[in-house]
């Protein structure tokens, strides 16, 4: 690769701005709930864009106008009917332009280039990008699913502001899994025009990984959902209680910790050497860290009896 090449990789567009700012704030925040309890901030808005569901019991009492902006918890189903919807929409384009030779709308085109999309005829693969946007159309269905059918909400809340992150979330994602495809002009660009000559290995590899993630992801979302139902599936109570099996023996969140393999697998199947994307995965470590090191503090101060050895986020590490 020439030296211009590989700078260009490492080159700033708008996408890698955001990511990166957000790998950074959650960074900055994870490192603040690290820290001696007297260098946290002290405002109650900075403990309420942090902690949601059961950890908001652990922040300092906030006042009656933070409470005003909250909203349920399980409005989290509407993050996934959003991503199901739109990156369903973005697969459908995406397929049109793969096998039918149809090209982007104009109005997609034109954002896709704002959001720093480039003219590709390099070795970036199509068939890679359309992996992972399915691989993310398929955990939003299955997220959604859980959501109405497996999760067991209580009467915790967010905050609007998380939940309208939340919202843009999912767009975004969307949008910058399909800024990797090879553009040429509005159509796609597929090396040999025959995109399953375009498999590779890590593409069978990726795809394994994000099976085996997901569907580890899916018994810890099932052993949270029956603490809170009978042996007959009927929910009787929305209590906390420490939950075994699966990846819980190892970690107080493995949900999180799926999550993370899962964009993980998705920066696998597109070659391992997409710099976007690995901004993406970073921003989501810090996201999940944080989340699970606030739900790892909740657990050990709420039960006397929780298993010491687990640890919030990695096995045997943190």
Known sequence: MAPWA??????????????????????LALLLQLAPPRLLPGCALFQDLLR?????????????????????????????????????FLLWC??????????????????LRILGAAQSRG??????????????????????FECLYVSV??????????YCFGLVYYVLVGLTVLSQVPMDGRNVYVVGKNLLMQTRWFHILGMMMFIWSSVHQYKCHVILGNLRKNKAGVIIHCNHRIPFGDWFEHVSSPNYLAELMIYISMAVTLGFHNITWWL????????????????????????????????AFLPFLF
């Open 52 to 88: 949601y569901g059961k950890t908001r019991g652990a922040a300092p009492p906030r006042p009656a106008l933070c409470r005003r902006f909250e909203v349920p918890k399980r409005y989290f189903s509407h993050f996934y009917v959003i991503s199901v919807l739109w990156n369903g």
């Open 280 to 311: 993406v995965v970073t921003y989501v470590f810090f996201n999940q860290a944080l989340a699970a090191f606030l739900s790892h503090k909740f657990y050990r101060s709420k039960f006397a009896s929780y298993p010491k050895h687990r640890k």
């Open 153 to 162: 909400f209580s009467n915790a809340v967010i905050h609007i502001v998380q």
């Open 123 to 144: 070795g970036e693969l199509a068939l890679s990008a359309f992996l992972v946007l399915v691989f993310l159309w398929l955990h939003s269905l299955r997220r959604l």
């Open 94 to 111: 995406l397929t049109q332009c793969l096998f039918l030779g149809a090209p982007f709308p104009d109005w997609l085109y034109t954002l």
């Open 6 to 27: 590989g700078a260009a990789l490492w080159m700033l567009n708008p996408l890698r701005v955001v990511w990166l700012a957000l790998a950074a704030a959650f960074l």
